[in-house]
């Protein structure tokens, strides 16, 4: 009834919606960060090395005249699977708390449930990442250290155990839970605000266009706001996986205080703002074509099914 009726794979807020939005997150977050490889060894490098890699034309140059352009596809693997697990997570999860929080806090203004629904998810979807994210970081900025995830994974486990892989995890989670919340707020908010100023329509009455361009406005604006706030963790992570500090505290003090915010913040937001644009916008598609974002429309054939089944059951009385 359900397909007829509205066109849906699946109800809404069942085991079958939250595995959509989890496939939607995983596909969208892999793909959109294996496209940026490339930005994200330069970011990584001008971070751990800013001494000889002062701007992004003389990391591009360098690297490329050092290890040749292979070295900008270096941990393509780990954002790959590593990004594709969080984002499964992210999104997945996400809607799953979103209900679970609304159910909880009847009366409490929004921005409170995307908060908490945001944040609850992000913790799960890092605890995922770390170990990805550790092979990544020190993969593109040690040639030498491995060439993946399968002989990065038995190298970092046989030296350090399973402590190497979550060394950057607090400041993981001090980089993409803000960031998270941040995001999710300002995306649920930028596209309220859009549908009900400017197309002045319910989500739902709009046509797939004009969703998946408010998708794309609200999603630009989601991560440019969260690259900035979430900068200085970035920092931080890049540097406690790749040694150049042993705590978190001394990374602060290495780095600087004003560094922390300004180091690699043009090419992060270069990187950031498109990417998260293409993961609301991959993700809202598999929504739209799931069509969990389509009205529910009674077709004839309905009709006609609803008013036999009443006739059938006049009949019995």
């Known amino acids: 009834m359900s397909k007829l009726i509205g066109g849906k794979v699946c109800e809404e807020f069942t085991p079958g919606y939250y595995g959509v939005c989890a496939i939607g997150g995983m596909l969208s977050a892999g793909t959109t960060h294996l496209a940026i490889t490339p930005l994200d060894v330069l970011k990584v490098n001008m971070q ?12 591009f140059t360098t ?3 050092e290890q040749g352009p292979s070295a900008f596809w270096r941990g393509w693997a780990g954002k790959f699977f590593g990004y594709g697990v969080q984002g499964a997570c992210r999104f997945g999860l996400y809607e799953y708390f979103k209900k679970v929080y609304s159910n909880v806090l009847v009366d409490q203004n929004k921005s409170l449930i995307f908060f908490a629904s945001s944040a609850s998810a992000e913790v799960i979807a890092n605890v995922a990442l770390c170990p990805f994210e550790a092979i990544k970081v020190r993969v593109q900025a040690q040639p030498h250290f491995a060439k993946g995830l399968s002989d990065g994974f038995p190298r970092i486990y046989a030296s350090e155990g399973l402590h190497g892989f979550y060394r950057g995890l607090i400041p993981l989670l001090g980089r993409n839970i803000p960031f998270s ?3 999710f707020s300002t995306f649920e908010h930028t596209v309220n605000f859009l549908y009900k100023k400017l197309i002045q329509k319910k989500r739902e009455d709009c046509s797939r266009t004009q969703q998946l361009s408010v998708t794309c406005l609200a999603g630009y604006a989601a991560g440019s706001v969260g690259s900035i706030i979430s900068n200085p963790a970035d920092n931080i992570v890049a540097s406690l996986n790749n040694k150049k500090a042993s705590s978190l505290k001394q990374a602060v003090k290495k780095i600087g205080f004003l560094n922390l915010f300004t180091r690699s913040l043009p090419i992060r937001i270069m990187l950031v703002g498109p990417v ?3 993961q609301w916008l991959f993700y809202d ?16 054939e309905v009709i006609t099914i609803a008013l036999t089944r009443h006739m059938c059951t006049l009949k019995h009385v």
């Open 181 to 183: 919340i941040v995001m």
């Open 48 to 59: 751990v090395h800013p001494i000889k890699y002062s701007s992004i034309s003389t990391c």
């Open 63 to 65: 690297l490329l005249r």
């Open 285 to 300: 598609s598999i929504k739209i074509l799931s069509g969990l974002h389509r009205r529910a429309t009674v077709t004839r």
């Open 276 to 278: 998260v644009t293409l």
